[in-house]
T-cell receptor, first 113, second 111 residues
């Protein structure tokens, strides 16, 4: 299994600002994913963070709003840009081996005021 | 659009009873199926995964998969109040590492 450290665990931010969330894994992994979980909802995949290339975004999510970095095989960041109250959510970093289980970080609870 | 559907609940069962959680999926190409438990304010944690038709048992948990009916379920025997949580069904499709999650079923085990 993989141990994932995600930070910050929570933050309250002003609208119009940006927040960068960090995800550190204790082993090298090929695939890292970023999910959003809005209040009372399930997990929605934002993008796949690829090492050495641009992230792959899902429908409805764009790079300008959610820029992602993946400088090496153990680390990734997700930035939530120009935040609005609608961005208030839990953001989760995940790693997986494809058909094997996905492991999740502790999540970042973001509140935009 | 590929979808995973679950009844949102809440599903209430008395302590010691069997809780039955159900999930249907739309993509016939789905190959791997997962059940996650999520306590309020926490991240999801894996309970079980299943790849083949039939039943898979692990302790008090049994996952059942029927690919012909595109249906996967989770049975929890001898339910305990500590099992009260939201249970998320997730599937992956051949050729992709993406997990598609259902909306989750909230389970309440009554003491």
């Amino acid at each position: 299994s993989a141990v994932i450290s995600q930070k910050p665990s929570r933050d309250i931010c002003q609208r119009g600002t940006s927040l960068t969330i960090q995800c550190q894994v204790d082993s090298q992994v090929t695939m890292m994913f970023w999910y959003r979980q809005q209040p009372g909802q399930s997990l929605t995949l934002i993008a796949t963070a690829n090492q050495g290339s641009e992230a792959t975004y899902e429908s409805g999510f764009v790079i300008d709003k959610f820029p992602i970095s993946r400088p090496n095989l153990t680390f990734s960041t997700l930035t939530v840009s120009n935040m609005s109250p609608e961005d208030s959510s839990i953001y989760l970093c995940s790693v997986s081996g494809g058909s094997t289980e996905a492991f999740f970080g502790q999540g970042t609870r973001l509140t935009v005021v | 659009q590929k979808e995973v559907e679950q009844n949102s609940g809440p599903l209430s069962v008395p302590e010691g009873a069997i809780a039955s959680l159900n999930c249907t999926y739309s993509d016939r190409g789905s190959q791997s199926f997962f059940w996650y438990r999520q306590y309020s304010g926490k991240s999801p944690e894996l309970i079980m995964f299943i790849y083949s038709n039939g039943d898979k048992e692990d302790g008090r948990f049994t996952a059942q998969l029927n690919k012909a009916s595109q249906y996967v379920s989770l049975l929890i025997r001898d339910s305990q109040p500590s099992d009260s949580a939201t249970y998320l069904c997730a599937v992956t499709t051949s050729g992709t590492y993406k997990y598609i999650f259902g909306t989750g079923t909230r389970l309440k085990v009554l003491a």
